[in-house]
């Protein structure tokens, strides 16, 4: 029994050619395979360099990518910012990993010196250091839980008032070495370093990407799908997991 039939998401999936390492199609796919098991007919919309953005758009999913591609990627992203903080602004939820999450703040100065600017939909600024931060990471977050995921970046990341940490670093290093927090918030807009790939690992955040979107679109989100049983042994592998 469901309270969603067959409602249409559109989802845009934000350069997956250019930003997509450690696994982060699979937050795409995995995205897909919750919509549908609540109900809903999700459709992804690949958006890369160049590409129209639909003119439905439901939810947002971009992808981590090193220096050379966020390079890639950035003077397209400064075309689309007037139009994604639009779309932010008016509430549509979005998930950013790693090198989109950086780009989606103030700006990313590499390790080099040279400065990426970002759109600054988040209230976040980050710098690349020498130090690489990898490995499992768990979260805590009041939220959504526990969020586990794996991390890999030299940027550190420092958070301004406009943004709310994602959660809580458990274990590993999150934005930076020094603050003890990961990822970033506002509104409905999320970025997080956690690859891994995040969503399959985390339907919780899933749950808020698909419900926030039903209910903008819709007016009312019934949640149907129930947790597959190999959530549990995931979560539950990546934590035992050294660093
Ligand atoms: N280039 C960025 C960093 O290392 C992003 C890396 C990533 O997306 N995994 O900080």
Known sequence: MTGNPSSELVIVSL???????????????SLVRRARAHGF?????????????????DIVIGGGGQDSG?????DDLQHRADELRDLATSGVPMLMICGLFQ???HRFVTQTGSELKGIGVLDVETRGGDERMIGNIVLHSDEFGEIIGYENHSGNTKLGPG???????????????????????TGNVIGSYLHGALLPKNPAISDFLIGTAAERRYGS??????????????RASAKRRPR
């Not at 350069?15 to 796919?29: A, E, F, Q, S």
């Not at 959660?167 to 999150?174: D, F, H, M, T």
């Open 15 to 29: 350069y997956p050619r250019d930003m997509n390492i450690y696994g982060d199609r699979g937050n795409v796919l």
């Open 41 to 57: 007919a999700p459709r992804i919309v690949e958006v890369n360099p160049g590409d129209p953005m639909p003119d439905r758009v």
């Open 70 to 74: 966020q390079g890639r990627v950035a």
């Open 103 to 105: 780009l989606f703040g």
């Open 163 to 185: 943004s709310q940490p994602l959660g809580r670093v458990l274990q590993g290093s999150g934005n930076n070495p020094d603050d003890g927090t990961e990822g970033a918030r």
């Open 221 to 234: 989100f019934a949640p149907s799908a129930a947790m597959p049983e190999s959530v549990e042994r995931a």
